[in-house]
Structure formats: structure tokens, C-alpha cells
């Protein structure tokens, strides 16, 4: 199948992470795909060389408007610009068929997305006026889209040698716990710094360039860490390294979509931030998810402190209450992944 993919990049490359992470694998099963970005120049680090069968172009006001592919995706709600929605509308003419349009949206384990997920939205206005889009809802469920996994990740992480891993890195594989911080600007950061120093035990804390440093360098304005705790500054990763990080590591701090998911896949302990709305939306979801993972009080209560909602976990320590939802990821891994569903919705809209 041919894929057209639309990305606009709103948050430190969250949404082209997972944009990525979906051309790749559709190319890995023998796809053609164009990703639109209208920032691809993080990609350049994210995933140097490129990807065969992957066609990154620059989305922007002068953008192109070739002849859509099979199937095409907007990522988290953003509209393909107005002449290549003409075109969708030219090609369905032609065809006599619209290309299957997807409306990729945000992960959640709340339960309204068993309900809208796969349901159409005809389009009213525009140029595309009387075509119809599908909703694609990733989820935890077997009523929703799945998660992105690579066919090939299990292979993976099995030959993975951590070892070697942290010896390029210049760090040793043993003798302390290693911690990877990937944040916004966490509530809880400042205690667990504090408590982290006070020991018993020695951490070092693995931190992300951009939001995460700027986080933890507000907590400790002179960049020293001292008492139990040492701090190492990581270069930008590309995605394959990032899974290594995860990997690696002895608990992770995640934020946002693509390295949530990326930490579930791991199978170490994680602690996610949830991406912060005005109207404390994301309170209801991040409690979705704790009772989707059948956490235990302890780590719900790590979670709200780290998130802001709710004081009362900052004086526990993540690494004693660790929880791994071995049995949900067991589940997941079971059902099809979020590639394999969107190829088998967009073939059933073609066949109509």
C-alpha cells in the first residue's frame, strides 16, 4: 500500500516520534509512505539516515499536492493543507473511491475511546466537502487500534547487551541504580532529587537534553548532584538508542505518547508524566491508565505526586515501589499492533 502521513510537530518532537516510529514499520512491511512534516529537522538525530520506503517532505504553505497514496493519515487532528485535501477529493473522483482518510488520534485508556474508536466523520466543508474520515483511537483494549510495536522488536530486545551499551556510554553496568529522566517539569522532581542525595544507596540519574535538563537544572541551578546521587547529560538519542536508554535503565521517567509506550514495552518499572492541560483533563487519564495497569497504591500515589495532583507521594521512593504490569503487556502483545490494525482498516475503507 501507498501511505500518505501528516505530522505537525507541537511538543519537543513527541508527534513526530510516533509519526516516525509508524512510517518505519509500515516501510519495514513493504509500504511505500510520505511522511509531511512541517518541522522534519529533528529527524536528522531522531533518525539519522532515513528509513527505505520512507519519503520525508517539508509540509508548509507551498506545499505539493501530488496525487494521494492508498491511505491517508493526519496525526493528532492536523488537516492535510487545503490542495492536497482537493486532491483526496480528485482522486476519489478519478478512482471512483476516496483513498481511506485515518484521523490518528492520542493515546488513552479512558473508556470513551472503545466507542468512538473506528467511527466516520464526514467532512462538511472545505475541498473534501462530502467525503468521510474514520477515527483511529490507539488503545490498551481489543475495541481500540493497539500500540505501535515493530515486528521485529523482540529480536531486538532480546540480543540487546546492556553491558556494552553503558560501556559506550562511559558508564559501568553495575554498582548503582540507573535512573533515565525524560520529563516536562515534573511537581515531584525537587524531593526525589533530595531524597536521591540523602542515599542510602548510590543513583545516577540519565538525563535527555532540552525540557528534562532544563527541569533538572532549576532544581539544582549549579549542576552539581553530590551525596548518593551522580548525573550524566545524554546527547540526543536516535529512536533505536532511546529504546536502549529504556532498556538499560533500572526505572524510567517518561513523558507524553511515544516513550509511555516505549516504557511499556520495555518491561522496567516507569513513571509517567502526563502531558499537563489547562482544564486538568489529563487527571481523568492518567488515572485511566493506573487502573488499566491494576497499580498498586503506592505507585498510583508516585504517579499523582510526580504529576502534581496529589502531594502525598513525594516521600516515596519510586525504586521500592516499583510496579511492572507484566500481566497487561503480556495482553497487549497478544493482540495486533497499531500498524497491522490501521492496514486492515484501510483496506476495508478501500474495498468499501
Not at 91 to 116: H, K, M
Not at 220 to 235: D, V
Request: proline share 8%; with cysteine; net charge negative.
Amino acid at each position: 500500500m501507498r501511505w500518505d502521513i501528516f505530522c505537525t510537530v507541537i511538543d519537543n518532537h513527541g508527534d513526530l516520534g510516533v509519526c516516525w516510529r509508524l512510517s518505519a514499520e509500515l516501510a519495514a512491511r513493504g509500504d511505500a509512505v510520505r511522511l509531511w512534516v512541517d518541522a522534519p529537522e529533528a529527524l536528522a538525530w531522531m533518525a539519522p539516515g532515513g528509513r527505505e520506503g520512507v519519503q520525508v517532505l517539508h509540509w508548509g504553505p507551498q506545499a505539493p499536492a501530488p496525487e494521494p497514496g492508498d491511505a491517508v493519515i493526519e496525526a493528532f487532528g492536523c488537516d492535510p493543507h487545503p490542495a492536497f485535501q482537493a486532491a483526496i477529493a480528485q482522486a476519489a473522483r478519478t478512482r471512483g473511491r476516496q483513498p481511506a482518510w485515518i484521523n490518528l488520534e492520542y493515546l488513552s485508556a479512558e473508556a470513551y475511546v472503545e466507542r468512538v474508536h473506528g467511527l466516520p466523520s464526514p467532512i462538511l466543508s472545505g475541498p473534501a466537502t462530502g467525503l468521510t474520515k474514520r477515527f483511529c483511537y490507539p488503545g490498551f483494549t481489543e475495541r481500540t487500534g493497539g500500540l505501535i510495536l515493530e515486528s521485529d522488536f523482540a529480536a531486538r530486545r532480546a540480543a540487546f547487551d546492556r553491558a556494552a551499551w553503558l560501556s559506550a556510554l562511559g558508564l559501568p553496568a553495575g554498582g548503582e541504580r540507573l535512573a533515565s529522566l525524560f520529563c516536562y517539569e515534573p511537581a515531584g522532581l525537587a524531593p526525589l532529587i533530595a531524597r536521591w542525595q540523602a542515599g542510602p544507596q548510590r543513583t545516577r540519574l540519565l538525563v535527555t537534553p532540552g525540557r528534562a535538563r532544563a527541569a533538572l537544572e532549576a532544581v539544582l541551578p549549579q549542576g552539581a548532584a553530590g551525596g548518593a546521587l551522580a548525573i550524566t547529560h545524554l546527547p540526543h538519542l536516535t529512536q533505536t538508542d532511546y529504546d536502549h536508554l529504556l532498556w538499560a535503565c533500572d526505572l524510567n521517567f517518561v513523558r507524553g505518547e511515544d516513550s509511555w509506550v516505549r516504557a511499556l514495552w520495555s518491561g522496567r518499572p516507569f513513571v509517567w508524566q502526563i502531558y499537563p492541560q489547562d482544564d486538568q483533563a489529563h487527571h481523568a487519564k492518567l488515572e485511566a491508565f493506573l487502573a488499566w495497569q491494576q497499580a498498586p497504591e503506592g505507585w498510583r500515589a508516585v504517579h499523582r505526586a510526580w504529576n502534581g495532583i496529589d502531594p502525598a507521594g513525594v516521600d516515596l521512593d519510586p525504586f521500592t515501589e516499583a510496579h511492572i504490569p507484566r500481566h497487561a503487556v503480556a495482553g497487549l502483545q497478544a493482540r495486533p499492533d497499531l500498524v497491522t490494525h490501521l492496514r486492515e482498516m484501510a483496506k476495508a475503507i478501500i474495498v468499501g
